[in-house]
């Protein structure tokens, strides 16, 4: 059974950058084919995607995030992280981690969230 974990700071200020680590259990995020995404729910609003880093490290980001983001990871910690910088009050959501299954088969594993606020 795959399980990931998300943690990092549930407060950040304006103009700083986020910083949110997934841990992964139960399986290898290098195993092939598949990808590892980061979404977030602002309060009110449906989900938005942020971006994947594959089994091989290539990432690929949503085109509205794109300039502000960066996805990396640890193998040997079993860990991907995402950066965001220059946060807004805008950025406030819950972040979620996910495993892309493939093909036909969508996200199929999520971590439970994390709340991020932007604030000062």
């Known amino acids: 059974q795959v399980q990931l974990q998300e943690s990092g700071p549930g407060l950040v200020k304006p103009s700083q950058a986020l910083s949110l680590t997934c841990t992964v259990s139960g399986g290898s995020i290098t195993t092939n084919y598949y990808y590892w995404s980061w979404i977030r729910q602002p309060p009110g609003k449906g989900l938005e995607w942020i971006g994947y880093i594959g089994y091989s490290g290539s990432t690929y980001y949503s085109p509205s995030l794109k300039s502000r983001t960066s996805i990396s990871r640890d193998t040997s910690k079993n860990q991907f992280t995402l950066q965001l910088s220059s946060v807004t009050p805008e950025d406030t959501a819950v972040y979620y981690c996910?495993?892309?299954?493939?093909?036909?088969?969508?996200?199929?594993?999520w971590g439970q969230g994390t709340q991020v606020t932007v604030s000062s």
């Open positions: 996910a495993r892309d299954g493939g093909v036909g088969t969508g996200l199929d594993y």
